[in-house]
């Protein structure tokens, strides 16, 4: 079991930025890729960047790529999702999750633990 708590988000402005976190707990941290999704209201869920267990190769998708950057910890059992130049179309709730098999690190599906979201307001 992975259990998952995200935290950062709120109001932020067009342009600015914000920095989610997502503490894990549960089995050891290093042992599974890491995900960023995120779900605006009457859409559906949508990958946002990801990071394997060793840190390495990154994965964004193309709407954020050059503004945000995940990253993580493992001493610290977190993942960080750095967003710089906010658009206000990114308002969402933003969720972390984990991913412990060789499913793409794209597909929310290939993802079993989930945290509870965050919002993240961003205003005009």
């Known amino acids: 079991q992975v259990q998952l708590v995200e935290s950062g988000g709120g109001l932020g402005q067009a342009g600015g930025s914000l920095r989610l976190s997502c503490a894990a707990s549960?089995?050891?941290?290093?042992?599974?890729?890491m995900g960023w999704f995120r779900q605006a209201p009457g859409k559906e869920r949508e990958f946002v960047a990801a990071?394997?267990?060793?840190?390495?190769?990154?994965y964004y998708a193309d709407s954020v790529k050059g503004r945000f950057t995940i990253s993580r910890n493992n001493a610290k059992n977190t993942v960080y999702l750095q967003m710089n130049s906010l658009k206000p179309e990114e308002t969402a709730v933003y969720f972390c999750?984990?991913?412990?098999?060789?499913?793409?690190?794209?597909?929310?599906?290939?993802?079993?633990?989930w945290g509870q979201g965050t919002q993240v307001t961003v205003s005009s």
């Open positions: 990071i394997p267990w060793s840190g390495g190769s990154t």
């Open positions: 549960g089995r050891p941290f290093s042992s599974y890729a």
């Open positions: 999750a984990a991913k412990l098999t060789s499913a793409p690190m794209t597909s929310a599906a290939g993802y079993a633990y």
